[in-house]
């Protein structure tokens, strides 16, 4: 039987990449002289350090515009609300999604079974497994899934017949 995954995984390499461009771009731009901003990634969570609001804003546009020179979609970033540091400086959070969230994975299986498309759609922890008996309708389910318009990129591997 037919089978795929959807999963939603940030190769975190690129965003390591990414990362080090952004660093090196800050050391050479004149509007960051003499500034404490910096940008460093722990695990899954990327922390933004800025002197002000323009700053702030301004490594978040590079930060979207390096990932996506990387091919690392931005959607797959959640950024957290701003908080004051020391000397009056900002910090952000942002958090690199990996897997898929328990609601939506509820919700996407619920739509391809209201599809009413003969497949089976299952939760396998942060994956969701689509099987069904043709090809054809596995195909479907995918054009489904990309019409629905979600936040998070979704990436379909491991198809099987």
């Known amino acids: 039987m037919p089978s795929f995954d959807v999963v ?4 975190l390499a690129e965003v390591d990449n990414a990362l080090n461009n952004i660093t090196r771009e800050i050391r050479s731009r004149y509007d960051f002289k003499h500034s404490k ?3 460093e990634r722990k695990d899954e969570t990327i922390t933004i350090l800025a002197d002000d609001d323009y700053k702030l804003r301004t490594l978040q546009e590079m930060l979207h515009q390096h990932l996506t020179r ?3 979609d931005p959607s797959a970033l959640e950024f957290k ?3 004051r540091a020391s000397d009056d400086a900002l910090r952000q959070t942002v958090v690199v999604r990996q897997g898929i969230e328990a609601e939506l994975a509820k919700r996407i299986v619920k739509t ?3 599809s009413k498309l003969k497949v089976q ?3 396998q922890g942060d994956d969701l497994r689509v099987s069904g008996k043709k090809r054809d309708d596995l195909q479907e389910v995918i054009t489904l899934i990309r019409g629905m318009k979600l936040d998070q990129p979704l990436q379909y591997v491991n198809f099987r017949d």
């Open 81 to 83: 609300q701003p908080e």
């Open 8 to 11: 939603s995984r940030t190769n």
């Open 37 to 39: 901003a910096s940008i």
């Open 112 to 114: 391809v079974k209201d």
């Open 70 to 72: 990387r091919s690392v």
């Open 121 to 123: 759609a299952s939760i």
